[in-house]
């Protein structure tokens, strides 16, 4: 397959933000794979040493991969130093601690968003810029929400709930995250408006991401859904009944696609897959193991009902990779249990 004319030659440098992280470590590899040259933030570099000494070792021993510390993404100026000479910007880092207090988390994650763009803009080398939001700025993903999600569909509510006076119980914390990225991305769309940048602005709205772990950590975080499967954490599970998968390769194909593909600019891609839910893959997991015994069905579980236009993000699935649909459900889980055996047998 012959490769698709490009925004910036291969050898161009990336910078993706919160590269120790499960879909930034998928995207760093593609950019990678590809010819790209990256330099990754992470808080700590002691902590994320893991990337240069093991899953990227070849590549940062030939200076195509780089680590620089950004300790805290909301300080003005944080990312100044790690723009400099960087072709394009991929933003993935954010705040995923489900604080129930929106004093704690909003403010930070929007100011991550606009301190890197305003980098950005001072640094005149920056041709691309993407930013990782997800579902949650648009909809709450429940079975009840029939939402059709467009360009202009926003998480209204989650805002509002919020945002309520306190007590701040814990069971508010997914919906300050979901707050958080509502009130980032409208900042990402309110610079690009007000600004005008000399680059591109497009952002990544996923779903539930899944799929092979480049690293043991990734197995042990609060979205390791299919190992929490493989766990048997049925009580954890039951709060999300339903899901809409996005395999971690497509969402990081996604990344990269909106970074070098020229026809991209201005968009709000969808990162969707199989409406599916947590017995689905139990099923998957028990015909490719027979010999395993997993945990029994959990009960009530159903599909949700919000729907989209994916058009966009299908066909540069293919003119990128050749693909003519988003992985499969049984390719994820089977990639997932592959990764997990490994460190788990």
Request: some cysteine.
């Amino acid at each position: 397959m012959s490769e698709p004319k490009s925004t910036i030659p291969k050898g161009s440098w990336i910078l993706i933000t919160g590269a120790n992280g499960f879909l930034a470590s998928h995207t760093i590899k593609q950019f990678l794979g590809r010819g790209y040259n990256v330099r990754g933030t992470v808080r700590s570099l002691e902590k994320s040493s893991w990337l240069t000494g093991d899953v990227f070792k070849t590549y940062a021993g030939r200076g195509e991969f780089e680590l620089v510390e950004v300790a805290d993404l909301a300080i003005e100026h944080a990312f100044d130093n790690a723009v400099k000479g960087v072709s394009a910007i991929v933003h993935i880092a954010s705040i995923g601690t489900f604080d129930p207090n929106p004093h704690n988390v909003v403010p930070q994650v929007v100011s991550g968003v606009t301190s890197l763009l305003e980098a950005a803009l001072k640094e005149p080398s920056v041709q691309e810029f993407v930013y990782t939001s997800s579902i949650a700025a648009s909809a709450i993903p429940i079975p009840s929400d029939t939402t059709h999600i467009g360009p202009d569909t926003w998480n209204e509510t989650a805002k509002q709930l919020a945002w309520a006076p306190p007590p701040y119980d814990p069971s508010r914390g997914f919906l300050v995250y979901m707050a958080s990225k509502v009130e980032a991305e409208k900042a990402l769309w309110k610079f690009a408006h007000d600004k005008s940048p000399r680059f591109t602005v497009n952002s990544i709205s996923p779903v539930s991401i899944m799929g092979e772990y480049l690293n043991k950590r990734h197995a042990e975080t609060s979205y390791s859904f299919i190992k929490m499967i493989y766990d048997g954490r049925k009580k954890e599970l039951a709060l999300s009944p339903a899901v809409i998968l996005n395999d971690v390769k497509d969402c990081a194909l996604l990344h990269v696609a909106a970074v070098l593909d020229p026809e991209v600019r201005n968009a709000r891609l969808v990162g969707w897959g199989e409406y599916c839910n947590w017995n689905d893959i139990l099923a998957i997991m028990r015909r490719l193991y027979p010999e395993r015994k997993f945990m029994d069905d959990i009960p009530g579980l159903s599909r949700l009902q919000l729907t989209t236009d994916c058009s966009q993000s299908l066909a540069l699935l293919e003119k990128w990779n050749g693909q003519q649909s988003w992985r499969s459900l049984e390719q994820t889980v089977t990639d997932n249990m592959e990764s997990i055996l490994k460190w788990y047998p």
